[in-house]
């Protein structure tokens, strides 16, 4: 692998496809080619004139984007200031803001830190509004969405957000008290016939890692076709100005944001106590 171009547009990715051929992998999700082998024709190919521009495009583009964070109202000063911090690394700039944090199958993963290349608070809020357009579709509001998180860093605070997110848009959000299991997460989703459940996990990730995985009323996560779909609405939302939210005092008060707390464990272990191939060991 010699470089990889971040794309913007459909006419891009033809221009792309036109040129390519067995050298290349495009990924149309997060809108980039990966040139896969140091040939001849991949030499020539990052040389033609239309490559050339689509370079200097998104490097106008990452750099115009760290700007318009820096300069938006909807951005929080600790976070500004985070940015700030990078100004003068043009490197670390361009890996936060070439592309977006993609909604790939499931959900969401990445380094926790500002820009939309990285796990924050925004990119969350924008993918949780995301799949509450897609509830809201499909007819389950009233159903509400379950939510667990981990033990990493910042777990706690996506939690929230996804949770006050989807309580701006009429969602109500069952929150556990505190860290759970996946499977507990996939048993409350079904015990409180839930329409989808949000984990904020990254599983075996490094620790600066975190993510956000999707789960259906099933208690499974999110498959085709429907991940597609999912990914179609937060795609979709272009501008910040879309994304909903509101504070956890309203959303308790207006009976949109609950605690999930021991009863859901109890409930939780008498089901599995229901599977025991071997229930005897369990008494001893």
Not at 52 to 78: F, G, H, N
Not at 268 to 281: G, R, S, V
Request: glycine letters at 8%; hydrophobic letters at 40%.
């Amino acid at each position: 692998m010699i470089s990889t171009f971040v794309i913007n547009i459909d006419e891009e990715i033809r221009i792309l496809k036109r040129f390519a051929s067995g050298t290349f992998r495009l990924n149309f999700e997060r809108r980039y080619i990966i040139i896969e082998e140091n040939t001849a024709e991949s030499q020539n190919l990052v040389r033609k004139p239309e490559i050339i521009r689509l370079r200097e495009v998104q490097e106008m583009d990452y750099q115009k984007t760290y700007e318009e964070w820096l300069a938006s109202p909807y951005i929080d000063e600790k976070t500004k200031e985070e940015l700030r911090g990078i100004g003068d690394d043009a490197n670390e700039i361009k890996e936060r803001f070439y592309t977006e944090l993609s909604f790939g199958t499931a959900g969401l993963r990445g380094i926790i830190g500002a820009g939309i290349n990285r796990m924050n608070i925004y990119t969350v809020r924008k993918a949780t509004q995301g799949l509450a357009n897609y509830i809201v579709k499909a007819g389950g509001r009233e159903k509400g969405v379950a939510i667990a998180f981990d033990s990493r860093r910042m777990s706690p605070e996506f939690a929230d957000e996804a949770a006050l997110c989807l309580a701006a848009n009429g969602i109500k959000a069952y929150v556990f008290e505190s860290l759970r299991p996946t499977p507990e997460l996939s048993y409350a989703v079904r015990s409180l016939k839930c329409i989808a459940g949000i984990n904020i996990t990254a599983s075996h990730n490094p620790p600066e890692y975190n993510g956000y995985k999707v789960y259906w009323e099933d208690g499974a996560q999110i498959t085709f076709p429907r991940d597609k779909e999912i990914i179609g609405e937060v795609n979709a939302i272009t501008d910040f100005g879309q994304v909903k939210t509101m504070k956890r005092e309203e959303a308790e008060a207006a009976g949109l944001y609950r605690v999930i707390g021991p009863e859901m464990d109890d409930r939780y272990m008498e089901a599995l106590k229901k599977l025991a191939i071997h229930p005897e060991i369990m008494r001893e």
